[in-house]
């Protein structure tokens, strides 16, 4: 039936794909993509051939009324490289203009890199706040690390490979006691997670240079002590529970 189809594509390994993910994709008359030749291959491994329509939020509107008309009358899908649309990719004002039309708008879910991240990262999850990329300019960085110092939740970024040392640089001046993840290359044949305080991590990847693909997750702030009660408690029992050599050291 006519249009807009939000389909999550795999973040790396192919057999993320679900299998009504599959079925849109066979079933459609075109897919909107970010690129091409990214969807083009994804596509061809699935064994299907449809037109492609290249989209991003920067495409002229001349473009995009083109995808708002089609879906009109056609089945369109919107993909992006890999992921879940929209999170931290485009299509966001397909969407909104395909809603102002009355075209109905439908999203599969699937695979996104925040998510399995924070899944594997074994971070607090009850609440988290998902930020996108941090800015790649030293103070914006900065700033944006200040302004999100005081949340008391899980915080998510997205990363890249060549700006990790600096993002943790920022970590470790801004928030130097959190629990921080790297989490990198998921669902791929070198999936790996780290996790541990920014400094062994800057002295980590100082020493193994990252590549691929990497969400960053930073831990909530530590606990605040209620009272001055709760921290003579904790040192009372802290002093209890070392082993005798040490507590004769003290
Ligand atoms: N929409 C996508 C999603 O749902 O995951 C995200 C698109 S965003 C432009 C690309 C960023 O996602 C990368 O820079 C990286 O931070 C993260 N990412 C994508 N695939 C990943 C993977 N396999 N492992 C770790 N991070 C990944």
Redesign the pocket.
């Known amino acids: 039936t006519p249009g807009l189809y939000i389909v999550?594509t795999p973040?790396?390994n192919l057999g993320d794909i679900t299998l009504r993910a599959i079925e849109v994709l066979r079933g459609c008359d075109a897919v909107a993509c970010e690129d091409t030749r990214v969807t083009g291959k994804l596509l061809k491994h699935l064994g299907i051939s449809k037109p492609l329509w290249r989209y991003d939020d920067h495409s002229e509107h001349r473009d995009r009324t083109k995808l708002v008309d089609a879906a009109r009358t056609r089945a369109v899908a919107l993909v992006?490289?890999?992921?879940?649309?929209?999170?931290?990719?485009p299509g966001y004002r397909l969407v909104n203009d395909c809603r102002a039309e009355g075209i109905p708008v439908t999203a599969l879910p699937g695979?996104?890199?925040?998510i399995?991240?924070l899944a594997l990262s074994g971070l607090p999850n009850d609440r988290f706040l998902f930020a996108g990329?941090l800015p790649s300019k030293d103070k914006a960085r900065r700033e944006m690390l200040e302004e999100l110092a005081s949340i008391d939740t899980t915080l998510v970024?997205?990363?890249?490979a060549p700006r990790l040392a600096k993002s943790l640089a920022a970590i470790e001046e801004v928030l130097p006691y959190r629990d921080v993840a790297v989490?990198?290359?998921?669902?791929?044949l070198h999936?790996e997670l780290r996790r541990g305080l920014p400094a062994g991590l800057i002295a980590y990847y100082e020493a193994n240079p990252p590549r691929?693909?990497?969400?960053l997750l930073v831990g909530p702030p530590p606990e605040e002590l209620a009272s001055e009660e709760d921290a003579d408690a904790l040192l009372v029992e802290a002093l209890r529970t070392l082993k005798p050599s040490q507590a004769a050291a003290q």
Request: hydrophobic share 40%.
């Open positions: 999550a973040i790396g992006s490289d890999a992921g879940t649309p929209m999170i931290s990719d695979a996104c890199a925040a399995t991240g990329f970024f997205y990363e890249t989490a990198r290359e998921l669902t791929k999936e691929g693909e990497i969400v």
